[in-house]
């Protein structure tokens, strides 16, 4: 069993940064590729962006150039720095393992105009 535990989440201020952690138990972190998703409010969880156990990354079109993945395997930790905030940015944020399939419990980003 994989535990995931998300922090750094929190309120800002359009054109605001934040940096969001996920802590991964287990010996299996630097062979998994790792997601982050979020989800707002009525709507359906969607992917941001993932990163795969030789780090290449790939981003969704609405954060690309504003939010940056990476990893450090030493921490077993998934880090999403996300800069130029927008309000539409405001969601749930989740971290995932993509090849054992979990999820952790999230955290909250809020973005205000």
């Known amino acids: 069993q994989v535990q995931l535990v998300e922090s750094g989440g929190g309120l800002v201020q359009a054109g605001g940064s934040l940096r969001l952690s996920c802590v991964a138990s287990?010996?299996?972190?630097?062979?998994?590729?790792m997601g982050w998703y979020r989800q707002a409010p009525g709507k359906e969880r969607e992917l941001v962006a993932v990163?795969?156990?030789?780090?290449?990354?790939n981003y969704a079109d609405s954060v690309k150039g504003r939010f940056t993945i990476s990893r450090d395997n030493a921490k077993n930790t998934v880090y999403l720095q996300m800069n130029s905030l927008k309000p539409e940015d405001t969601a749930k944020y989740y971290c995932?393992?993509?090849?054992?399939?979990?999820w952790g419990q999230g955290t909250q980003v809020t973005v205000s105009s």
């Open positions: 995932n393992d993509y090849n054992f399939g979990f």
């Open positions: 287990g010996s299996f972190f630097s062979l998994n590729t």
């Open positions: 990163i795969s156990s030789i780090g290449n990354t």
